[in-house]
Each structure stands twice: as C-alpha cells, then as structure tokens.
C-alpha cells in the first residue's frame, strides 16, 4: 500500500516558532498520521507545538474553506445587486462621458501645444508670448492628465465590481467537495499555521481581494465620486 499523498506539503507552518512541520505516518491505513514540529521535536523548549493529527488539520482547513466559499456567495449576491441598481449604471455612464471628455481635452491641448510652436517657428509669436501659452498649455495638459488618470483608477473599481461574479463562481466550484483535495487547497489557502491544543490559523490567498470587494461594497456608489 502507498502511502497517502501529502496535500499540505510546504503550507504547514508551526505557529509558535515559524518552522516548517514534517509529516508522520505509515502506509497502514489503522494509524493515523500526524504533523509535528521537528524543531520541537528536536528542542524542547523552542516551543510548545508538538503534533495534531492529519485528519483533525484536515477536517479544520475543510471546513473553514466551505465557511470561506459560503462568506464569497454572500459577497457575489451583493455586488451583482450592486452592480445592477440604476445608482451605479448611471455612476458608470457618467464616469465613461467623463473620461471621454477628458480624452478629447488632453487632445485639443495637444494640438494647441503643436500650433503655437509651429507659429513660433513662423515667427508668428515671438519668444516672450510663445513661452507664456507653453507653460499654460503644459499645466493645462498635466491637469487633465492627473483628472484622467484619477478617472481611470474608478473605473478599474467598477471594472472589479462587474467582473466579480465569474471570479467567484470559479471559486465557488468547491462548495460541492465532499473532501479536502490538493486542487481545492491549493486554491485557497497560502499556509497554514499550528499553535498548541491543536488552534490552526489559516493565511488565505485571495484575502486581499476580498478586502477590496468588500470595501468597494461599502463605498457603495461614491466609487463615481
């Protein structure tokens, strides 16, 4: 009989002393495996982890991504709300004409600074009045500039708030798991920390993307503003 993959492989960390843990166990399916602290196994007073069975690590980490799935569905369901109110189609209609605007702007100003050097080449403006409407066309030019690219940043915001559904929908394929498997780990969870009597701290993958779902829920429709 082979022995049972290893599926948390690189993310067990113990949480006392920062050190990675190693698996215990036999190919006998009687025994129950374990993960330990090898540098508590090896030093005894480095901290006080000893080990916590494989099938207990597993049952925690499986059900906390099911509770981490159920808390992203809830999320889906708000933003698609969000996404469809008249609030934010009309926020969006008015960010898109402002950024529009503001592209035809950066254009006219563009063209203003190639006419006045060509007249200056002409001799139609002499030194003195060509330098005047340069530094005025070229303030001009970084306002809107910085205007644009303040624009551009809330549209990412509402691009993230109407894209929202497939990423999550990817992630919500596990809902229906009956068991913790490699892909589903892998996917969720970054590592995995062991502290005595057994508490486990999981650092998730996508933790901070959910932050930014979640604050952009409750920036509401001030994600025009």
């Known amino acids: ?3 049972k993959e290893n599926i948390f492989k690189g993310k067990e960390i113990c949480g006392e002393c920062g050190h990675k843990m190693t698996r215990s166990g036999s190919s006998d399916s009687k025994e129950k495996n374990h993960f330990y602290c090898r540098h508590h196994a090896i030093y005894k007073d ?6 916590i069975r494989e099938d207990i690590l597993t049952n925690i980490v499986h059900q906390s991504i099911k509770i981490q799935i159920l808390s992203l569905s809830k999320i889906e369901q708000s933003m698609q ?3 469809s109110s008249p609030e934010t189609k009309h926020a969006m209609y008015s960010l898109t004409k402002q950024i529009s605007e503001t592209l035809s702007t950066v254009a006219y100003i563009k063209e ?3 006419r006045i ?3 200056y080449a002409m001799q139609i ?13 070229d303030m001009e030019l970084a306002q809107a500039a910085e205007k644009l690219e303040l624009l551009e940043k809330q549209r990412c915001k509402f691009n993230k708030l109407f894209t929202a559904e497939r990423w999550i929908s990817e992630l919500r394929q596990y809902s229906s798991s009956k068991k913790l498997s490699a892909s589903m780990l892998n996917e969720f969870v970054k590592c995995v920390r062991v502290y005595s009597d057994n508490r486990v701290e999981i650092e998730w993958k996508h933790k ?3 932050a930014e779902y979640v604050e952009l829920l409750n920036g509401g429709v001030e994600l025009a503003g």
């Open 117 to 119: 050097a060509k007249d």
């Open 46 to 51: 480095s901290c006080d982890v000893g080990s």
């Open 125 to 137: 403006l002499n030194e003195e009045e060509y330098d005047v409407l340069r530094k005025q066309f």
């Open 81 to 83: 709300r969000s996404a």
């Open 112 to 114: 203003n600074r190639i």
């Open 1 to 3: 009989t082979h022995k």
């Open 208 to 210: 901070d993307t959910i």
